[in-house]
C-alpha cells in the first residue's frame, strides 16, 4: 500500500537523453513528472502486473490522450507475457473513450520476451524470472558496462542473483520485516536480511533496498541487510536520486 505521502514502484532512468520507466505504481505518475515531462518518457517497463507496479499507467493514459502537446508517435510500454490481455480487460470499463481503443492511442504495447534481451535506447533491458505469487521478472538495464538490476518482488532465488552479477547498483524489494514469516510458508518476498544475501551472493557494487514494509525503519532495513552484505547499502525513497556510472 501507498504510505502517507509516498507512491507505490516506479524507478525512473535517465541515461542521457533517454528516460524511462521500471514500473508504474500508484502515486508513480505525480512523483516523475518532478524529474522528466511525460511527454519526453521514452518507455515504461512493468515487471509484474501486481497492481502496485502498474497502477498510474491509467492516469498516464489520460495525460497522453488529453494533456499532451508534444508528443509525435505513442508511448512504448513493455509489458510481461500475458500482461497486455489482463491490462486490456482491466481498463475494458473505460472503452468508448477518446476516438479509438483507450490504451492504443496513448501506449505502443509490447510484450517482451524474457529469454532474450530488449534493445531500449542506447542501451538493453535483460530479465530473470523470480519467485513470486504471480508471474514475475527483474530486470537488469545496462549501457557500456554500466548497470542497474531491480529485483521486482521475489523470494531468495538463485535466477534473481545470476541477472544481478556484479551489477553497479542493485535495487532489491525488502518486504519482509526481521523473523517475518510468510502465510503459509509460500514464499513471494524477501526480508532485508535476505537482499543482502542475495547482494553478496552476486558481488553487486552497490545495494538500495526497496519494496519494505511501513513498519520497517531505515535502521531495520541497513542491520538487516549488512548483517550478511558489507558493501554500500541505501534505502530507497521517494525522489531519491543515485548517480550510477
Ligand atoms: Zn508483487
Ligand atoms: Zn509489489
Known amino acids: 500500500m501507498p504510505r502517507i505521502d ?11 537523453d533517454f528516460a524511462f520507466a521500471l514500473d508504474f505504481g500508484t502515486g508513480a505518475f505525480a512523483n516523475i513528472r518532478r524529474y ?23 492516469p498516464l493514459r489520460y495525460a497522453i490522450r488529453y494533456g499532451s502537446k508534444r508528443r509525435s508517435k ?83 532465488d538463485a535466477r534473481v542473483v545470476e541477472l544481478a552479477r556484479g551489477t553497479d547498483l542493485f535495487l532489491c524489494e525488502a ?11 509460500i514464499r513471494g518476498h524477501s526480508s532485508a536480511k535476505e537482499a543482502g544475501q542475495m547482494a553478496a551472493d552476486a558481488d553487486v557494487a552497490r545495494l538500495v533496498l526497496t519494496h519494505y514494509s511501513q513498519d520497517a525503519t531505515t535502521q531495520d532495513l541497513v542491520d538487516g541487510a549488512s548483517s550478511i552484505y558489507k558493501g554500500e547499502i541505501a534505502v530507497a525513497d521517494d525522489h531519491h536520486i543515485l548517480d550510477v556510472g
Do not use: Q
Not at 519526453?40 to 502498474?54: E, G, N, P, R, T
Not at 524474457?114 to 537488469?140: D, E, N, Q, V, Y
Open 36 to 58: 522528466v515531462d511525460y511527454d519526453k518518457l521514452d518507455a515504461v517497463v512493468i515487471s509484474h502486473m501486481h497492481a502496485d507496479h502498474f497502477l498510474d499507467l491509467i
Open 175 to 185: 518486504t519482509l520485516l526481521a523473523g517475518e514469516e510468510e502465510h503459509g510458508g
Open 74 to 156: 505513442r508511448l512504448p510500454l513493455w509489458m510481461p507475457p500475458g500482461g497486455i490481455d489482463m491490462l486490456r480487460s482491466m481498463t475494458s470499463v473505460f472503452a468508448g473513450e477518446g476516438n479509438g481503443d483507450f490504451l492504443d492511442e496513448a501506449f505502443d504495447l509490447g510484450e517482451f520476451d524474457p529469454a532474450a534481451p530488449l534493445p531500449l535506447g542506447a542501451g538493453r533491458l535483460r530479465f530473470a524470472p523470480t519467485t513470486h505469487f504471480i508471474t514475475s521478472f527483474a530486470i537488469r538495464y545496462e549501457r557500456n558496462g554500466t548497470s542497474i538490476t531491480y529485483s521486482a518482488d521475489t523470494a531468495p
Open 6 to 16: 509516498r507512491a507505490c514502484s516506479a524507478y525512473l532512468i535517465e541515461d542521457g
